[in-house]
T-cell receptor, first 115, second 119 residues
Framework: KQEVTQIPAALSVPEGENLVLNCSFT??????LQWFRQDPGKGLTSLLL?????REQTSGRLNASLDKSSGRSTLYIAASQPGDSATYLC??????????????FGKGTLLTVNP | EAQVTQNPRYLITVTGKKLTVTCSQN?????MSWYRQDPGLGLRQIYY???????DKGDVPEGYKVSRKEKRNFPLILESPSPNQTSLYFC??????????????????FGAGSRLTVL
């Protein structure tokens, strides 16, 4: 059974810092991995999706990497801003067992960027 | 505007009273899915649908039913709600999740959530 772990559970940084959020998964036979952002009381917004054949994806100040063999993904946020404060979730589309349609989420990292 | 719409957004009900949470998307997406989010447990998948009339169980399907009679709608049915179904529910859709449509087709769009309380 796929398990997804995110470390740290919470992170507080001053504005302007570069930071890294971590995601690890137990079954490396994944189809893809997505990073989401969730603001309080809101739904999830997809930030980046990395297919299993890719090593990284970039969007603006965000860069996500994927190392399937070690079961790890990182989300790098450059020059953090108070507006980046949110919970960041990673989710793995499991391929093991033949289903590409199921999604397993980590519990998230609560990021606070202080002005 | 491309979106996933859930209704109701908030609902308080009593044990055993059947309810339906509706989900509708206007993007012609093939894939739709339901999740529940609970403190300490994170988001867990309830059911998903790969296309019209094709549905399958996620990790926590017990106590829920779904149907996909039209491409745009994917309602979540609680036939006899119990207090352990008190949760925040999210519906999501994508063009072709898990298929061969490339990374863009796999991106999930989420609804704003439905907070359900069962007394």
């Amino acid at each position: 059974k796929q398990e997804v772990t995110q470390i740290p559970a919470a992170l507080s940084v001053p504005e302007g810092e570069n930071l890294v959020l971590n995601c690890s998964f137990t079954d490396s036979a994944i189809y893809n991995l997505q990073w989401f952002r969730q603001d309080p009381g809101k739904g999830l917004t997809s930030l980046l999706l990395i297919q299993s054949s890719q090593r990284e994806q970039t969007s603006g100040r965000l860069n996500a990497s994927l190392d399937k063999s070690s079961g790890r993904s990182t989300l790098y946020i450059a020059a953090s801003q108070p507006g980046d404060s949110a919970t960041y979730l990673c989710a793995v589309n499991r391929g093991s067992g033949g289903s590409n349609y199921k999604l397993t989420f980590g519990k998230g990292t609560l990021l606070t960027v202080n002005p | 505007e491309a979106q996933v719409t859930q209704n109701p957004r908030y609902l308080i009900t009593v044990t055993g009273k059947k309810l339906t949470v509706t989900c509708s998307q206007n993007m012609n997406h093939e894939y739709m899915s339901w999740y529940r989010q609970d403190p300490g447990l994170g988001l867990r998948q309830i059911y998903y649908s790969m296309n019209v009339e094709v549905t399958d169980k996620g990790d926590v399907p017990e106590g829920y039913k779904v149907s996909r009679k039209e491409k745009r709608n994917f309602p979540l049915i609680l036939e006899s709600p119990s207090p352990n179904q008190t949760s925040l529910y999210f519906c999501a859709s994508s063009l072709s999740f898990g298929g061969t449509g490339g990374s863009g087709a796999n991106v999930l769009t989420f609804g704003a959530g439905s907070r359900l309380t069962v007394l």
